[in-house]
């Protein structure tokens, strides 16, 4: 039987934090950035509510494009959350910032899947398995971590069609894509997303299918709660201005220094142990 690779987990130590010494972190010089520039671009040739289109640029590759059409915040969230679920553990597709024919920057994530695959990793999430005994153990952890990241992210918006699979050697390797609405896509960065919210819809699917393990959540819930304030002053200051200002950056680093963070991570830990968040 083929099997689910436990894509990017790694078992560190991690350090006991000291929530009284929390201070807020200041905004430190735009980081640099390379833009990448297309050679062809398609708009409107991938479905998706925030996807403006498909492009191929200078480096060969294609990638998938969000502007800021979609939403003032949608790409400033998909480079901060994809950094971040990267340095969680979570493996995602490569990223670009993006420079259209027209002069604006957008978010790109790199096409690393064909339309069979698509169909393949929907079969794969959508199949019952917890109660015959073949569930592999790699994807119950898997989902589980990934539904811990997005309930603290406020991802309003995960499903199906935002996992990407590839084979690898008889294992199947997972991809996260989609954080466009998640972050300051909300009024509150204490929000988490509620029980009409297909993160929380699809999150009772894949449960059903696959179980939930509460240690994996909980573990991911660890790491957030253990990333230092430095590594994600430097994932929001990768971000250009014109997709976020330096008025949003502040915020959303007040709320990672400061703490509400340890606040945020304390009730996702009670939901996920009492069940009132499942």
Request: proline share 4%; hydrophobic share 40%.
């Amino acid at each position: 039987m083929e099997k689910v690779s436990d894509i990017g987990i790694s078992s560190t130590s991690l350090k006991t934090l000291d929530h009284t010494k929390a201070q807020p972190l200041e905004l430190a010089t735009q980081g640099e950035f390379f833009p990448l520039r297309t050679s062809i671009e398609l708009p409107g040739s991938v479905q998706g509510a925030d996807a403006w289109g498909l492009v191929t640029a200078h480096d060969t590759h294609d990638y998938v494009v969000k502007r800021t059409l979609g939403g003032a915040s949608v790409p400033a969230c998909e480079l901060i959350c994809t950094q971040l679920a990267e340095a969680l553990n979570v493996a995602c597709p490569s990223f670009k910032i993006i420079e259209l024919n027209c002069g604006e920057l957008a978010f790109g994530s790199r096409v690393i899947s064909h339309i069979s695959d698509k169909i393949r990793t929907t079969e794969i999430l959508t199949t019952l398995s917890v109660f015959s005994g073949t569930t592999p153990r790699g994807l119950t952890h898997y989902l589980s971590e990934v539904y811990a990241l997005d309930m603290f992210i406020g991802n309003v918006d995960r499903h199906d069609h935002n996992f990407i699979t590839i084979e690898d050697n008889g294992v199947t390797r997972f991809f996260l894509i989609d954080f466009g609405r998640s972050l300051l896509w909300n009024d509150d960065l204490m929000a988490i997303p509620q029980p009409h919210h297909s993160t929380v819809i699809w999150g009772r699917v894949f449960r059903d299918r696959h179980g939930f393990d509460v240690s994996s959540a909980l573990g991911m819930l660890d790491r957030i709660a253990a990333l230092s304030n430095e590594r994600f002053a430097a994932i929001v200051n990768s971000v250009p201005s014109d997709w976020l200002p330096a008025s949003q950056k502040q915020i959303l680093l007040r709320h990672w220094g400061g703490v509400s963070r340890q606040e945020k991570v304390s009730r996702l830990r009670k939901g996920f142990v009492d069940g009132s968040l499942l």
